[in-house]
């Protein structure tokens, strides 16, 4: 079974796709992680973020690895564990040219269809997985919520973490980050094509992850007694 969840950043998409993938004892795929690891990537070898070519190369060569688990997912590069490195104000600032990179998307497209095939089942999230990477999932989500409700959502997450930034300048990222993802022409954001839209800005987060099981319920794909069906 494939769920994709899609949605901007801080509409609550990760926390739901890790707590509804251990709910159903299956794997999440956290995809944002796999364009922070090219960020990291390319950031430590001070090469040109607008190169096509260098970004390519790198999201085909570096040596990085997802350990994922229906609990948690760990990233490394090379022998190193990254999984707070990747999280740093400095790499959310730079992800976007990633993230616009063709050929960085073609290599990451790939490699979660891989993780599909090999895993079986997947709760995957990001932008495009319901409408590029899994255009066929067995249902897909789109979450939602207003831009300062996000914006207050990871100013929580980068304070707990030990990052010293204002909820101005948490806004003013969300909100570039916002319009490149929505504009860039290769995999943007967007509600893919038969995916239930969610608003969460006024739901806790068991609230989602209740609504969420309610639709899979619904499709036949869940039963409140057992595991997933599928
Ligand atoms: O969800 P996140 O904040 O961890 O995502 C990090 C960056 O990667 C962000 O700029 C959006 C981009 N991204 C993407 O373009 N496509 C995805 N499937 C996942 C993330």
């Known amino acids: 079974m494939i ?25 999440y795929l956290d995809t944002g992680a796999m364009y922070r690891v090219i960020t990291l990537a390319a950031l430590e070898a001070g090469v ?16 990085y690895e997802l350990d994922l688990g229906p609990t948690h997912i760990r990233v490394s590069l090379g022998a190193r564990d990254v999984t707070e490195a ?12 990633i993230a616009a990179s063709p050929g960085v998307r073609r290599a990451l497209v790939e490699k979660q269809r891989q993780l599909g095939r090999q895993l079986g089942s997947l709760v995957t999230e990001g932008r495009d997985q319901g409408s590029v990477a899994f255009p066929n999932a067995d249902i897909k989500f789109y979450l939602d919520a207003t831009v300062e409700r996000r914006a207050e959502r990871r100013l929580h997450d980068f ?18 980050r916002d319009r490149t993802d929505s504009s860039r022409i290769v995999g943007p954001l ?11 800005t006024p739901m806790t987060i068991a609230e989602v992850i209740e609504t969420l099981l309610a ?5 036949g794909l869940w ?7 599928k």
């Open 159 to 176: 304070l707990a973490d030990g990052e010293e930034v204002t909820f101005e300048e948490v806004l003013a990222n969300v909100d570039v």
């Open 215 to 219: 639709h899979l319920r619904q499709a």
């Open 223 to 229: 039963q409140p007694n057992g595991a997933a069906s």
């Open 86 to 97: 990747i999280r740093t104000m400095r790499v959310n600032n730079h992800t976007r040219f």
């Open 190 to 200: 967007t509600v893919p094509a038969g995916a239930v839209h969610i608003d969460t």
């Open 3 to 27: 769920i994709t969840i899609d949605g901007p950043a801080g509409s609550g998409k990760s926390t739901a796709a890790r707590k509804l993938a251990a709910r159903l004892g299956i794997p």
């Open 48 to 63: 040109d973020l607008e190169s096509e070519d260098m970004l390519t190369r790198i999201a085909n060569e570096a040596n």
